[in-house]
Nanobody, 126 residues
């Protein structure tokens, strides 16, 4: 499994921006898909965005399309989530996840991923 450590969370005002980072343990991630999920209190874990490490194809959940951007830096093995136009609905614990292969029908599902970070809290004040 991959070791993942998230950072960059915090308190931000509505309409503001924040960038999350996820550092992955050193290895080759060719073929991997890496994703961001979030979970608000009392709610299920929600797919936010994913990226295929090779080729950089990106995918987004409907609630964040046009506002969030997922990217990765292969040199530093770091995954990013740039978030803008934040609202209180974006308040959640954000998790980084990884899986060694991509599956078109499963990549939005939390149980598809076998490596997870501990999460970083994002709180948006209105």
């Amino acid at each position: 499994q991959v070791q993942l450590v998230e950072s960059g969370g915090g308190l931000v005002q509505a309409g503001g921006s924040l960038r999350l980072s996820c550092t992955a343990s050193g290895q080759t991630f060719r073929g991997y898909v890496m994703a961001w999920f979030r979970q608000a209190p009392g709610k299920e874990r929600e797919f936010v965005a994913a990226i295929r490490w090779s080729g950089e194809t990106t995918y987004y959940g409907d609630s964040v399309k046009g506002r969030f951007t997922i990217s990765r830096d292969s040199a530093s093995n770091t995954l990013y989530l740039q978030m803008s136009s934040l609202t209180s609905e974006d308040t959640a614990l954000y998790y980084c996840a990884a899986q060694s292969y991509f599956n078109e029908g499963l990549y939005t599902l939390a149980h598809f991923y076998d490596s997870w970070g501990r999460g970083t809290q994002v709180t948006v004040s209105s």
